[in-house]
């Protein structure tokens, strides 16, 4: 089945510092990519999301591009700050298209130090 | 708008004794997904389910789970007998399906087994 591979944490970076997390899928067809963020204590929010090959998805100054050639969706970051402080999740939906199963990677817990 | 609602946020029960979980989604989301996520993973899909079908429950441990969702709105996830193992974070997510809106997580219910 589909699959998303991260870079394994923890991140520990200083405030701004530039970040990336590696994230890599293995899927059928074309699937919609997403990253997921989880702030100490809270639920999964969605960060940012692209749905075909070279599209960019950006929020909150973080920026993700979808790469059919490389099966990758690199999340990055120029200047974080200790809000940024977090677990990250790269996430794909299963068979491509917007429907179907949505698929979790393990998780790359940031901390940024002031 | 609400978001996806979930109750109880936290639980506590001896093994052997069963619990359930609610969930109540987004109104006009179709795609309902239950996810359990141990402590620093990634969210594990149990169940999906579109309307009030389970579309795919192959990840579901049915020896000991069940989860009905009967008139395609709310849902219940219930664990009957519980062992020690299934302590985690059982998170409810919806998404309107077929269409490019990304997947909304409920805060989860954290369930501790003793």
């Known amino acids: 089945g589909d699959s998303v591979t991260q870079m394994e944490g923890p991140v520990t970076l200083s405030e701004e510092a530039f970040l990336t997390i590696n994230c890599t899928y293995t899927?059928?067809?074309?699937?919609?990519l997403f990253w997921y963020v989880q702030y100490p204590g809270e639920g999964l929010q969605l960060l940012l999301k692209?749905?075909?090959?070279?599209d960019k998805g950006s929020n909150k100054g973080f920026e993700a591009t979808y790469r059919k050639e490389t099966t990758s969706f690199h999340l990055e970051k120029g200047s974080v700050q200790v809000s940024d402080s977090a677990v990250y999740f790269c996430a794909l939906i299963e068979g491509g298209g917007s429907q179907g199963n949505l698929i979790f990677g393990k998780g790359t817990k940031l901390s940024v130090k002031p | 708008e609400a978001g996806v609602v979930q109750s109880p946020r936290y639980k506590i029960i001896e093994k052997k004794q069963p619990v359930a979980f609610w969930c109540n989604p987004i109104s006009g989301h179709n795609t309902l997904y239950w996810y359990r996520q141990n402590l620093g993973q990634g969210p594990e899909l149990l169940i999906r389910?579109?309307?009030?079908?389970?579309?795919?429950d192959s990840q579901l441990p049915k020896d000991r789970f069940s989860a009905e969702r009967l008139k395609g709105v709310d849902s219940t996830l219930k664990i009957q007998p519980a062992e020690l193992g299934d302590s985690a974070v059982y998170l409810c997510?919806?998404?309107?399906?077929?269409?490019?809106?990304?997947?909304?997580f409920g805060q989860g219910t954290r369930l501790t087994v003793v």
């Open positions: 899927a059928t067809g074309y699937p919609s």
């Open positions: 692209a749905t075909k090959a070279d």
């Open positions: 997510a919806s998404i309107k399906a077929g269409t490019a809106t990304p997947a909304f």
């Open positions: 389910y579109e309307n009030e079908e389970a579309v795919d």
